[in-house]
């Protein structure tokens, strides 16, 4: 494969990197690397793949399988994730104490890379704000949260001047800018025939208004985390020498390891790391933290008087509170037909989300009430605190499993009429209601696998191995 790469760039590397161009613009016409992330809180890890330096639950993949097919990806049980990304770990677990209740926003959240990493990373007494500016895409963010099951996790979808006004709130702040993508460029030949020295500057200067924006936001002493998929000095370096002119912002360093090939950069005194393609298995990424060391504090927050989120009766708490494995860490509130569980602990700041921002998703999606009768949902099937003995689970082999994720009939034979949770590998897929002779699929439209399964579903394909260690 060899890129047709703009005649500016070529420029501009050539500049930048000196005699390192040519390896890099050789590793540039080599395949993208495939690496995914596995969350652990649904499955072990997998033995035999190298692993990403710079993350413990990162993993490289020789080649890149067919993952539609592979029901342990419906199910939360990993994410693809590009590697150099996932250096984002080393800025939390080196700037951040994880074992503290955080307040945490991702700012640029879709697809969810970054969100469900963070997830994983943060304590179970912590709140993560996932935010997209673009709906449709704000709802695949959703899509991906509730199926990788944390559930102390908020998705909005909002504009940053929005969220800025929300002052003091966040302890981390994790803003992956949008860029000119030039890290990109192998993986996405639309990054490359969009590029142009316009688009640079104009992408600079947007980066500047969202750190702007959000930046009250953030608490005093709280960390911001920076990125961009992109290798020029304008969209990275530039723009932390310039924030640190305009707000109270000092540098933090990060330690790297020599094994890991990342550059470290430095403008000004503020430090960022910079990753080619020649010197890590990854694409182009540009990461620096920052501290905030002054600004305005929050103001406490009160109890309203016409509360938005509404405590859901008793009679409907005990309809769901046995389903979730530690009751007294969430309060159920009910909007319309819907029962949801949210950390109890942070209610009065959620209370400010609901109120201020449009949240697209939050907490636990437990049940849909209708005359006293509590019908499960999705989210809850994929949760990570759903209760092991609070309904019957029915393990399926790979071509039931793609059937139902297909949104096909399929029989559970061994199971007991009602509702079912379905599940491969250990892994849960979503909910069956068994009735006398047959089994309603409740796998959601909008989820379903919509490829064609035929081909899949021959004998010789069900036997090959699947990204986490087969069937």
């Excluded at 990493?117 to 935010?131: D, G, K, R, T, Y």
């Excluded at 010197?279 to 504090?297: I, Y």
């Excluded at 019957?392 to 009429?417: C, F, G, I, M, W």
């Amino acid at each position: 494969m060899s890129l047709e790469l703009p005649a500016s760039f070529q420029t501009r590397m050539q500049t930048q990197l000196g005699a390192a161009y040519p390896a890099f613009a050789q590793a540039l016409a080599q395949p993208s690397p495939t690496s995914i992330r596995v969350n652990q809180a649904k499955t072990a890890l997998p033995e035999g793949l190298p692993q990403v330096p710079w993350s413990e639950t990162g993993f490289y993949l020789s080649a890149r399988p067919s993952f539609t097919l592979d029901p342990l990806f419906h199910g939360g049980a990993y994410y693809v994730q590009e590697a150099s990304s996932m250096f984002l770990e080393q800025a939390l677990r080196q700037c951040v104490d994880l074992k503290e209740p955080l307040a945490v926003l991702d700012l640029c959240g879709a697809p969810g890379g970054k969100s469900t990493h963070i997830a994983s990373l943060l304590s179970p007494e912590s709140l993560l704000v996932a935010n997209e500016v673009i709906k449709p895409r704000a709802n695949i963010l959703a899509e991906n949260i509730q199926k990788w099951g944390s559930g102390n996790v908020v998705v909005t979808n909002n504009d940053p001047s929005h969220i800025g006004q929300l002052t003091g709130f966040f302890d981390v702040m994790v803003v992956d800018a949008p860029c000119s993508g030039e890290g990109m460029f192998r993986k996405d030949p639309d990054a490359m025939s969009e590029w142009s020295e316009a688009n640079v500057k104009l992408c600079s200067e947007r980066q500047r208004r969202i750190l702007m924006d959000v930046w009250d936001a953030l608490k005093p002493g709280g960390v911001l985390i920076y990125s961009t998929c992109t290798y020029n000095l304008e969209e990275n370096e530039e723009n932390l020498a310039w924030l640190a002119k305009q707000q109270d912002a000092e540098t933090l360093a990060l330690q790297l390891h020599p094994d890991w090939g990342v550059t470290a950069t430095e403008l000004e005194g503020m430090h960022g790391y910079r990753f080619y393609p020649h010197q890590t298995q990854g694409e182009g990424f540009f990461l620096a933290a920052v501290r905030k060391t002054d600004g305005e504090e929050a103001r406490p927050y009160r109890k309203s008087k016409r509360p938005f989120l509404v405590i859901a009766s008793k009679q409907e708490k005990a309809l769901v509170q046995d389903w979730l494995r530690e009751p007294k860490f969430w309060e159920i509130v009910k909007h319309k037909e819907t029962l949801r569980a949210l950390p109890n602990a942070w209610m009065l700041e959620l209370e400010q989300l609901y109120e201020n921002l449009r949240v697209v998703y939050g907490g636990i999606e437990l049940a849909e009430v209708m005359k006293n009768n509590a019908k499960p949902l999705p989210a809850l099937a994929l949760s990570q605190h759903l209760a092991e003995d609070a309904f019957p689970a029915a393990e399926v082999d790979l071509a039931t499993a793609l059937k139902y994720l297909h949104r096909e009939d399929v029989s559970l034979e061994e199971s007991a009429n009602g509702w079912v949770l379905v599940q491969f590998n250990g892994v849960a897929l979503g909910w069956g209601k068994k009735l006398q002779n047959r089994v309603n699929n409740h796998y959601p439209k909008e989820w379903r696998i919509r490829m064609s399964l035929d081909e899949a579903l021959q004998p010789e394909n069900l036997a090959k191995q699947f990204v986490l260690g087969g069937q």
